[in-house]
């Protein structure tokens, strides 16, 4: 193999359980997006072992129909919501839908088990209805005969803005309060992501989280000690030297002020490397830091070897430790101007996944 990701499932469920006894609250796991490129299959796998993790979320119907195909036997909620040609998906896959509109809430009509999540808009403005509709949901609801097993609200900037944050918790807890008055009581109330994990939430009984189970913590002084638990790993499969002056790759961005030793990495942005780490990041070997040389290509990637004794065939780490080395997706991200659910989301498809359980640095 010339470019892999070894998922370390022992360190998903280190990170399930710092999740679980941080929050007191049990998990929705957040496998959407292929679990953030980490393999939604592998990953569910092992959440289904864990009792504490009550639910698997995915995006969209199709996500949830890959699970059900591997025999993923537990609660699967789609975030996307219900389309009127999805019907079908949710009933042959026992998906359950999250219902933010009012044309969604009559499509549960033709679900097998109108058992439905119920999203509020808090201040995302996405998905969600609003405060206000919360009368019309109830008669509706009754006259279909629908369960809401649970109430849900969306956080965009835990991370960022905590007075906005407090302010949503707030109208969701006065949302909540409003069903119980009307003597509806939901089994799971939801509101707080990875970054919302630092709030309170006493009123809710579950955590919806994403990037914390794979071990990326949403901001700098994150609370828990959460491990990244993949390893992105690609091969040296060319040596070579370069003389003073030599221009390296495409468009000759890098120019060798010296005589240098490179190596070729079979890694490049066709694998998830974004370009724009060309000439700024680096990859490790055997505990070293090789710094990446001239633009990144679709499948190579050019690293200065000069003081790194390595031969062809040695393996080369993208995302992981070497030695005392670590690069996390926070580091390519804040190069690449961008943050780190895209990076992981990026990986692609030629990257063989491969699962590992035990990785040891729990
Ligand atoms: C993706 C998503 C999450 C998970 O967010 P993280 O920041 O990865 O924890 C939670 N809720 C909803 C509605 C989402 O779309």
């Given at each position: 193999m010339r470019s892999w990701a070894e998922v370390y499932t022992d360190l998903l469920t280190g990170n399930c359980e710092k999740i679980y006894k941080f929050s007191k609250k049990d998990i929705i796991a957040v496998v959407k997006a292929d679990a953030y490129g980490h393999d939604s299959v592998i990953i569910s796998k092992t959440l289904e072992k864990i009792p504490f993790v009550k639910i698997l979320a995915v995006a969209t119907a199709e996500e949830g129909k890959i699970?059900?195909?591997?025999?993923?036997?537990?609660?699967?909620?789609?975030l996307g919501g219900i389309l009127k040609d999805e019907i079908e998906y949710f009933n042959k896959y026992s998906l359950i839908p999250v219902i933010s509109d009012f044309e969604s809430l009559k499509l549960v009509n033709y679900l097998k088990n109108k058992n439905i999540h119920i999203k509020f808009?808090?201040?995302?403005?996405?998905?969600?209805?609003?405060?206000?509709?919360?009368?019309?949901?109830?008669?509706?609801?009754?006259?279909?005969?629908?369960?809401?097993?649970g109430l849900m609200s969306h956080f965009p900037s835990a991370d960022i803005d905590k007075e906005f944050t407090l302010k949503q918790i707030e109208d969701f807890k006065s949302i909540v309060n409003l069903f119980r008055k009307n003597k509806i009581y939901p089994?799971?109330?939801?509101?707080?992501?990875?970054?919302?994990?630092?709030?309170?939430?006493?009123?809710?009984?579950?955590?919806?989280?994403?990037?914390?189970?794979?071990?990326?913590?949403?901001?700098?002084?994150?609370?828990?000690?959460?491990?990244?638990?993949?390893?992105?790993?690609?091969?040296?499969?060319?040596?070579?030297?370069?003389?003073?002056?030599?221009?390296?790759?495409?468009?000759?961005?890098?120019?060798a002020k010296k005589d240098m030793k490179v190596g070729i990495v079979s890694f490049g942005y066709a694998d998830g490397l974004?370009?724009?780490?060309?000439?700024?990041?680096?990859?490790?070997?055997?505990?070293?830091?090789?710094?990446?040389?001239?633009?990144?290509?679709?499948?190579?990637?050019?690293?200065?070897?000069?003081?790194?004794?390595?031969?062809?065939?040695?393996?080369?780490?993208?995302?992981?430790?070497?030695?005392?080395?670590?690069?996390?997706?926070?580091?390519?991200?804040?190069?690449?101007?961008?943050?780190?659910?895209?990076?992981?989301c990026g990986i692609s498809k030629r990257v063989k996944r491969i699962e590992k359980v035990k990785n040891g640095t729990r």
């Open positions: 699970l059900r195909e591997k025999g993923i036997k537990k609660d699967i909620l789609v808009d808090t201040g995302m403005s996405r998905l969600g209805f609003y405060k206000k509709d919360i009368n019309k949901i109830i008669d509706l609801v009754k006259s279909y005969e629908i369960k809401i097993e089994e799971y109330i939801h509101i707080q992501n990875s970054a919302g994990l630092i709030y309170k939430c006493d009123f809710c009984n579950l955590v919806r989280v994403g990037l914390v189970l794979y071990g990326e913590k949403p901001f700098e002084d994150f609370p828990l000690n959460i491990k990244n638990i993949m390893y992105l790993k690609a091969r040296l499969i060319s040596i070579k030297n370069i003389k003073k002056g030599q221009k390296i790759s495409y468009c000759g961005t890098f120019k974004p370009r724009a780490v060309s000439n700024k990041g680096y990859v490790l070997i055997k505990g070293k830091k090789a710094y990446i040389i001239g633009n990144i290509t679709m499948d190579m990637t050019i690293v200065d070897l000069t003081d790194i004794d390595a031969k062809i065939g040695d393996e080369v780490i993208i995302i992981g430790k070497s030695g005392k080395e670590e690069i996390k997706f926070s580091d390519i991200a804040k190069i690449s101007d961008t943050i780190s659910y895209e990076i992981m």
